[in-house]
């Protein structure tokens, strides 16, 4: 299957503090989406991005498909941004996830 | 609109036991996938259903199997339950358009603890 890195695994970050999480992918996708899993175990959706930029609020996502990588940018970072994000690929019928970066935003 | 739901939340089994989880995808959506996450594999993709039928499966024994019903609701169920099957079991829905992978939606989780 796909391999998917992402980096770094851990973050900690002062509020207020921006950040940049990159995913990498080991072969050529044509979707690609961000998730934020809460403390409650929830998956929830930030982006779905196959190529090109993407900004929702605080955060922002850019995906090179041709280089194999996407960047998560979360600026502004408050507490409730805590938790563990994860880039997903798909392969023929199901997603591969990556390892996760936790996250921290200390106040 | 709901968004896709999972029941029961939480659960404790014994090992040797068997256990069934429910999944409700969002309304119009056809597809079902289930995943397992524990904190040694991460999140692992095992098995997709559309249209009461199983398109794909994941890397796991046939201890772990599913169906799915023509309302599109789901259920898996593990047999003969093992410590390391203690994990947290992510259901998630996705229109069919037969295009691929469309976006998937997470429910919130049955977390499964068996002792």
């Known amino acids: 299957g796909i391999q998917v890195e992402q980096s770094p695994p851990d973050l900690i970050l002062q509020e207020g503090a921006n950040s940049t999480l990159r995913c990498n992918f080991s072969d050529s996708v044509n979707n690609l989406q961000w998730f934020h899993q809460n403390p409650w175990g929830q998956l929830i959706n930030l982006f779905y991005?196959?190529?090109g930029t993407k900004q929702n609020g605080r955060l922002s996502a850019t995906t090179v498909a041709t280089e194999r990588y996407s960047l998560l940018y979360i600026s502004s970072s408050q507490t409730t941004d805590s938790g563990v994000y994860f880039c997903a690929v798909p392969g023929a019928n199901n997603l591969f996830f990556g390892t996760g970066t936790r996250l921290t935003v200390i106040p | 609109k709901a968004g896709v739901t999972q029941t029961p939340r939480y659960l404790i089994k014994t090992r040797g036991q068997q256990v069934t989880l429910s999944c409700s995808p969002i309304?119009?959506?056809?597809?079902v996938s289930w995943y397992q996450q524990t904190p040694g594999q991460g999140l692992q993709f095992l098995f997709e259903?559309?249209?009461?039928?199983?398109?794909n499966k994941g890397n796991f024994p046939g201890r772990f199997s599913g169906r799915q019903f023509s309302n599109s609701r789901s259920e898996m169920n593990v047999s003969t339950l093992e410590l390391g099957d203690s994990a947290l079991y992510l259901c998630a829905s996705s229109l069919f358009r037969g295009q691929g992978i469309e976006t998937q939606y997470f429910g919130p989780g049955t977390r499964l603890l068996v002792l």
């Open positions: 991005i196959p190529s």
């Open positions: 309304s119009g959506h056809r597809s």
């Open positions: 259903y559309f249209s009461e039928t199983q398109r």
